[in-house]
């Protein structure tokens, strides 16, 4: 069955180290997305890929960045870690021009 | 600015009752809206859209109004049972600016007492 990963599920870092999530899809979807979820806010664009070398900022987008070098993945790296990143990070794709999208099971990220 | 907002961070009803969960935007663009379901531990499943051209999606159980005047949509669901006790999200698309991007609100914990 096609699917949306996301590994590791749980990480535990220190404040300035460099850190990648990744995800995986299978759909073939173009569309890709990351998103943080904070209580209170709930769920926030961080960045976005309409297709393979196509990466857009969202709205929290500061600290982060990504790349799009195959149509199945779109990492997210945080350049240096800081704890206001300590939060629970979803990835999603959607086919090209839907909006739908379909989320994977999310990663918790600690920054100590 | 919050464009999306869900002012009732949580509601209880009792199982076999109508659970109605509230959503207001502010971005006139908004042309869909969606609502997500999510369990503790797991990622937000799709539940029911609806297109800015109809008033009224219905789907099983679940069933969404809106109201482009007021910039309101609700999530009806009818009758409740234990297992809708999650977090819903409403989100809200504006295709001509913003593809297929979703600005989503704060999210409503339901709880349905047995």
């Known amino acids: 069955d096609a699917e949306i990963t996301q590994s590791p599920r749980h990480k535990i870092t220190e404040t300035g180290r460099q850190v990648t999530l990744a995800c995986h899809q299978t759909?073939?979807?173009?569309?890709m997305f990351w998103y943080r979820q904070d209580l209170g806010h709930g769920l926030r664009l961080i960045h976005y890929?309409?297709?393979?070398?196509?990466?857009n900022k969202g709205e929290v987008s500061d600290g982060y960045s990504v790349s799009r070098s195959n149509t199945e993945d779109l990492p997210l790296t945080l350049e240096s870690a800081a704890s206001s990143q300590t939060s629970v990070y979803f990835c999603?794709?959607?086919?090209?021009?839907?909006?739908?999208?379909?989320f994977g099971p999310g990663t918790r990220l600690t920054v100590l | 600015d919050q464009q999306v907002k869900q002012n009732s961070p949580s509601l209880s009803v009792q199982e076999g009752r109508i659970s109605i969960l509230n959503c207001d935007y502010t971005?006139?663009?908004?042309?869909?809206f969606l609502w997500y379901k999510k369990y503790p531990a797991e990622g937000p499943t799709f539940l029911i859209s609806?297109?800015?051209?109809?008033d009224k999606n219905e789907d099983g159980r679940f069933t969404v109004f809106l109201n482009k005047s007021a910039k309101h949509l609700s999530l009806h669901i009818v009758p409740s049972q234990p297992g809708d006790s999650a977090v819903y999200f409403c989100?809200?698309?504006?295709?001509?600016?913003?593809?297929?991007?979703?600005?989503f609100g704060e999210g409503t914990q339901l709880t349905v007492n047995p």
């Open positions: 989100a809200a698309s504006a295709s001509e600016t913003s593809g297929s991007r979703l600005t």
């Open positions: 971005n006139s663009m908004f042309d869909y």
């Open positions: 759909w073939n979807h173009n569309n």
């Open positions: 890929s309409y297709g393979v070398q196509d990466t």
């Open positions: 609806i297109s800015s051209i109809k």
């Open positions: 999603a794709s959607s086919p090209g021009g839907g909006d739908t999208q379909y």
